[in-house]
């Protein structure tokens, strides 16, 4: 069974930093891509970031700049640096995983909220 164990969520100030983490029991060599994505009630869950198996990476316009999306290739696992958090980040972020073959996995969602 495939497992995406994430950590990391809080609540934090406006301004403030917190880090994401997602380690995947799948091998290296079948994930294509990372992904973390986030959800407020009642919308749809948005693509944040992005790391491909080759490093290209994609923000959000609503992040760049203030988010990093990184990977260890070792774990493998996927990290999600967030800095000059604002209110309007509060959501639950989930962690993805793309195999090579399309299969799609998500991580149980943890929970970040900016109080302003």
């Known amino acids: 069974q495939v497992q995406l164990a994430e950590s990391g969520g809080g609540l934090v100030q406006a301004g403030e930093s917190l880090r994401l983490s997602c380690e995947s029991s799948?091998?290296?060599?079948?994930?294509?891509?990372f992904c973390w994505y986030r959800q407020v009630p009642g919308n749809e869950r948005e693509l944040v970031a992005r790391?491909?198996?080759?490093?290209?990476?994609f923000y959000a316009e609503s992040v760049k700049g203030r988010f990093s999306i990184s990977r260890d290739t070792v774990k493998p696992a996927v990290y999600l640096q967030m800095n000059n958090l604002r209110p309007e980040d509060t959501a639950v972020y989930y962690c993805?995983?793309?195999?090579?073959?399309?299969?799609?996995?998500w991580g149980q969602g943890t929970q970040v909220t900016v109080s302003s």
């Open positions: 790391v491909t198996s080759t490093g290209s990476k």
């Open positions: 993805r995983v793309i195999t090579v073959s399309r299969d799609i996995y």
């Open positions: 799948l091998r290296l060599y079948v994930i294509a891509a």
